[in-house]
């Protein structure tokens, strides 16, 4: 078990480009959460998956944003037409069971420069 | 509305020295709470929880807290603080949804 994995752990784009970040989970662990945690805040909930199935979506999260976890497994989040707003550490994270009161897991976060 | 607030920014403490970080929570049922450490560049990683049971919880790295109901507190402390502790702080509750809400954050310095 190697923990959860984010990819890239950096990226800088400008303004206008689409990005795509890339989370793979601790294996087995069917949920899977993304959280946003911009400079001196805590992490705020953007969307989480039980199995391939989008469950929840903050308002956090816009039209430009989408995320997808196709086969249960690894997950993306994709920002189309960035914005400077969106620079921001962008956290993954996994937990096991269904009942969602389970501990989660988190990576190493994408740090996400909007020039 | 759920919410976690920790009321301390920032804090410093001298190497050796005892440590309490505070939170308060607003939330309508049961909590189930969590703190976390972050440490620069690196994610989330668990110090400790409470779900039910006994209200003092025993962590990792010599931290334990103190689930206070009557004062919606879930309070962090470390008898001896190591130059290691130094890091940023989030005390969570999470939801029935599984969606952990978090904290401010307190920034811990340790002084040698």
């Known amino acids: 078990d190697t923990g959860v994995s984010q990819d890239p752990r950096h990226k800088i784009t400008k303004r206008g480009q689409n990005v795509t970040f890339r989370c793979d989970p601790i294996?087995?662990?069917?949920?899977l959460y993304w959280y946003r945690q911009t400079l001196g805040q805590g992490p705020e909930f953007l969307t989480y998956?039980?199995?391939?199935?989008?469950?929840?979506k903050s308002r956090l999260l816009s039209d430009r944003f989408s995320a997808e976890r196709p086969k249960g497994s690894f997950s993306t989040l994709e920002i189309q037409r960035t914005e400077q707003g969106d620079s921001a550490m962008y956290l993954c994270?996994?937990?096991?069971?269904?009942?969602?009161?389970?501990?989660?897991?988190f990576g190493p976060g994408t740090r996400l420069t909007v020039l | 509305a759920q919410s976690v607030t920790q009321p301390d920014i920032h804090i410093t403490v001298s190497e050796g020295a005892s440590l309490e970080l505070r939170c308060n929570y607003s939330?309508?049922?049961?909590?189930?709470l969590f703190w976390y450490v972050q440490s620069p560049g690196q994610g989330l990683q668990l110090l400790l929880k409470?779900?039910?049971?006994?209200?003092l919880v025993q962590g990792i790295k010599g931290f334990e807290a103190e689930f206070k109901r009557s004062q919606s507190s879930f309070n962090l402390r470390k008898p001896s603080v190591h130059w290691s502790d130094a890091a940023e702080y989030f005390c969570?509750?999470?939801?029935?949804?599984?969606?952990?809400?978090f904290g401010q954050g307190t920034e811990l310095s340790v002084k040698p």
């Open positions: 994270a996994s937990s096991s069971g269904s009942s969602g009161v389970n501990e989660q897991f």
């Open positions: 294996s087995e662990h069917n949920r």
């Open positions: 998956f039980q199995n391939e199935a989008q469950l929840e």
């Open positions: 939330y309508g049922a049961t909590p189930y």
């Open positions: 409470y779900f039910s049971g006994d209200t």
């Open positions: 969570a509750v999470i939801n029935q949804g599984g969606k952990l809400i």
